[in-house]
């Protein structure tokens, strides 16, 4: 793991997003004390398709209806 002070890591910021790209550890310190780490991004592996939960989950007709004292409530218009 490489930590680096705050003005270390402004002036070799492109250095030191290549050795976090490789892989490194690299932490970024202010005052000696960790405040931020550099890591690779990592791409998502494919998109998500829609309707992936397609015919596996059941909804009632009356889901969000809910008793009068429940959805006063909800609606700030407790008693």
Not at 4 to 28: C, F, P, W, Y
Not at 56 to 75: G, T
Request: proline share 6%; aromatic share 6%; no cysteine.
């Amino acid at each position: 793991m490489t930590v680096v002070n705050m003005h270390e890591a402004k002036t070799h910021l492109s250095r030191l997003v290549e050795r976090a790209r490789q892989g490194e550890d690299v932490v970024i310190a202010k005052a000696g004390r960790p405040v931020a780490r550099l890591v690779p991004l990592t791409e998502a592996d494919a998109p998500r398709k829609l309707g992936g939960w397609k015919g596996r989950v059941w909804m009632a007709d009356d889901f969000d209806e809910l008793p009068p004292d429940v959805l006063a409530a909800f609606e700030g218009d407790s008693d």
